[in-house]
């Protein structure tokens, strides 16, 4: 099983960043599909981000598109999540999820196809 490990969340103004960070343990990082997801209190669970094995294909839900970015560094086992022009619904705890041996270029935006879930960091946007 692989151990994911976010960090980076917190409090921040409208309009403003933040980087979240996921380390990855394992030998198997390199093979897998990578995805943020959040929910927020008395909310479901939803996709934010994905990313493919190798990082070329990307692909994120319409409330987040072109002000997030997702990247990810295989020789450092960890994927990132650029978050700018915050908004207060935004907040949410953000989760890191990954899915080994993934296709290719295959990005994948249901929770279901994640078996691997991290912690969980907080990020709060103020108004």
């Known amino acids: 099983q692989v151990q994911l490990v976010e960090s980076g969340g917190g409090l921040v103004q409208a309009g403003g960043s933040l980087r979240l960070s996921c380390a990855a343990s394992g030998r198997t990082f390199s093979s897998a599909a990578m995805g943020w997801f959040r929910q927020a209190p008395g909310k479901e669970r939803e996709f934010v981000a994905g990313i493919s094995r190798s990082g070329d294909n990307t692909y994120y839900a319409d409330s987040v598109k072109g002000r997030f970015t997702m990247s990810r560094d295989n020789a450092k086992n960890t994927v990132y999540l650029q978050m700018n022009s915050l908004k207060p619904e935004d907040t949410a705890v953000y989760y890191c999820?990954?899915?080994?041996?993934?296709?290719?270029?295959?990005?994948?935006?249901?929770?279901?196809?994640?078996?691997?879930w991290g912690q969980g960091t907080q990020v709060t946007v103020s108004s």
């Open positions: 999820a990954g899915r080994k041996e993934a296709a290719s270029r295959s990005v994948y935006v249901r929770g279901v196809n994640y078996a691997d």
